[in-house]
């Protein structure tokens, strides 16, 4: 592990393609992630209609990377309300330090059973099977495999499953946002599992981690990046009505600031053996549906519809 470097990123999330709020992130020197829910541009139905350009003159000079809004689409949309290609044309349309692979979270509230979780966790997989796939016929760089799942076993099942020729240097990790820092299924036992079986050279970004968790992982070899747009929220809660673009921007350098803070510190020692749990068999009917989601046979609604429907008639 002494071969990695040891410096996390911080990267701002910026809920808005322009303005102020972006003004303020360049002019502060500060690595960017867009969501790309941010770019789309809904139709009557509900459907994307199209891709919103981003505007060369407000990201110049930016370090912008792009997460494929998966959280945002589970939430709001229950599912993305747009296309790989469409999705792709926003990938096309800026030099992104790196974009994500769309993903599929596994919140509780969206994954409420195992079934559901692996088949989320499978379809995570089959996506950037696909993404890969679209990419390349467009001549664009490939994404950035996204790891999900809610337990240890659930990541490392992705790890396995993710169609990869080659690890790359850089791994998203996603369904981070709502989590513990501590026990089974919490940030730290997750990081710690994944520091165990991917190559050295492969390093993570954690989508939306808390900055707390960054007390126990600063200056992990492991960690690349982190992300969040929590400093956003903060402001809501504090400025309910008549926020100004400057008290926001206020909220953005004193998070900022504090979670650098939190990256480059020391780190506090924590105890694995506490977080350590067997993970769940699944039975073989489940286990060669998954793997048919991931080798693209079928997509995960329709692999879990199937399944639920033969076990309620068996």
């Not at 999900?148 to 981070?176: F, I, K, N, R």
């Amino acid at each position: 592990m002494g071969a990695l470097a040891s410096s996390i990123a911080v990267r701002v999330g910026l809920p808005l393609t322009g303005g102020q709020l972006v003004s303020a992130a360049r002019a502060a020197g500060y690595p960017v992630l867009f969501s790309a829910n941010a770019f789309m541009v809904r139709d009557a139905e509900g459907g994307t209609a199209r891709v919103r350009r981003p505007n060369p003159a407000q990201l110049a000079g930016l370090d912008a990377a792009l997460d494929s809004a998966g959280f945002v689409a589970a939430e709001r949309y229950r599912g993305y309300p747009w296309t790989v290609d469409q999705y792709l044309d926003l990938v096309e349309a800026h030099p992104w330090a790196w974009y994500s692979s769309m993903d599929y979270c596994v919140e509780p509230e969206y994954a409420g059973s195992l079934i559901e979780t692996m088949f989320r966790v499978a379809e995570t997989c089959r996506m950037y099977r696909v993404v890969c796939r679209t990419a390349e016929e467009r001549g664009l760089p490939a994404p950035v495999p996204v790891l999900q799942g809610w337990g240890v076993d659930h990541y490392l099942w992705c790890v396995d499953h993710m169609p990869l020729a080659a690890w790359p240097v850089l791994v998203g990790v996603g369904s981070m946002c709502r989590r513990q820092i501590h026990g089974p299924h919490g940030v730290l036992a997750i990081v710690e599992a994944l520091d165990r079986v991917l190559p050295q050279q492969t390093r993570l970004h954690l989508f939306g981690v808390k900055g707390t968790a960054l007390n126990y992982l600063a200056g992990h070899p492991r960690i690349a990046s982190v992300d969040s747009m929590a400093w956003d929220f903060a402001a809501r809660c504090a400025v309910p009505t008549g926020r100004t673009a400057a008290r926001r921007i206020e909220f953005m350098h004193e998070w900022t600031s504090r979670t650098q803070q939190r990256a480059s510190g020391a780190r506090r020692p924590y105890e694995m053996a506490l977080f350590d749990e067997e993970g769940a068999e699944h039975s073989e009917d489940l286990a060669d549906m998954l793997e048919l989601v991931v080798s693209d046979e079928i997509d995960g609604r329709s692999a879990a519809f199937h399944c639920a429907r033969m076990w309620l008639e068996g």
